[in-house]
């Protein structure tokens, strides 16, 4: 089976300092990763996937994570935090080739001015 | 432009009835629907996986008597929640999915249900 770990429910960054979202996997086979960005009351939006190409993966908004197999991580880092990025971000992780996600439990992003 | 339509998007109702929420793709065919729930302050948890035309598959715990769903067409799918309790008011979000493997997953805006 496979689960996600997300350290710290809350993160906090001062703008313009570097965001670091930490997620943890476990997996018993090579995974899919994922990243997901959720504004209040809405939908989920894709930041970027890990599917077993590139370890450092690029995404949208200046978001990029790097997968790390002896670590079983993916965490995600921006290096400068715009107040526009204050949502909640989930990690998850799927078995290749299917799309049933396990989701992490989220971390709160909060940017301070 | 928006490739998931998820209505309603808010819903408020009182104890025992009964709410469907639709979700349809709208420039893909969903072989595949994922609907997931969300309470507050919580993540996402698979309530259940439909195949187009087929009986849906429960997670553990989830009530299929509870929570019908109908996954009659490729771009349509709807969720209803029958005889509502307020233990049921939470964030309904639909996932559909074309079934080719390099397709990124969508998902809808989500559907809050308040039961009073």
């Known amino acids: 089976a496979q689960s996600v770990t997300q350290l710290g429910s809350h993160v906090s960054v001062s703008e313009g300092a570097l965001v670091l979202l930490r997620c943890n996997y476990s997996?018993?086979?090579?995974?899919?990763l994922f990243w997901y960005v959720q504004y209040p009351n809405q939908g989920l939006q894709l930041l970027l996937k890990?599917?077993?190409?590139?370890?450092l993966v690029k995404g949208i908004n200046g978001f990029e994570a790097e997968f790390k197999k002896s670590e079983t991580s993916f965490h995600l880092t921006k290096p400068s935090a715009h107040m526009s990025d204050a949502a909640e971000y989930f990690c998850?992780?799927?078995?290749?080739?299917?799309?049933?996600?396990?989701f992490g439990q989220g971390t709160r992003l909060t940017i301070n001015p | 432009g928006a490739v998931v339509s998820q209505h309603p998007s808010w819903v408020i109702c009182k104890s025992g009835t009964s709410v469907k929420i639709e979700c349809r793709s709208l420039?893909?065919?969903?072989?595949?629907m994922f609907w997931y729930r969300q309470f507050p302050k919580q993540s996402l948890m698979l309530m259940a996986t439909?195949?187009?035309?087929?009986?849906?598959?429960?997670e553990q715990g989830v009530e299929k008597d509870k929570f019908l769903i109908n996954h009659a067409s490729l771009t349509l799918s709807t969720l209803t929640v029958t005889s509502a309790h307020p233990e049921d008011s939470s964030f309904y979000i639909c996932?559909?999915?074309?079934?080719?493997?390099?397709?990124?997953?969508?998902f809808g805006d989500g559907t809050r249900l308040s039961i009073l």
């Open positions: 890990y599917t077993s190409a590139a370890t």
């Open positions: 420039d893909f065919q969903a072989t595949t």
């Open positions: 996932s559909p999915f074309s079934g080719h493997r390099n397709q990124p997953q969508h």
């Open positions: 998850a992780v799927s078995l290749q080739g299917a799309q049933k996600l396990v």
């Open positions: 997996s018993s086979v090579p995974p899919y």
């Open positions: 439909s195949n187009e035309g087929s009986k849906a598959t429960y």
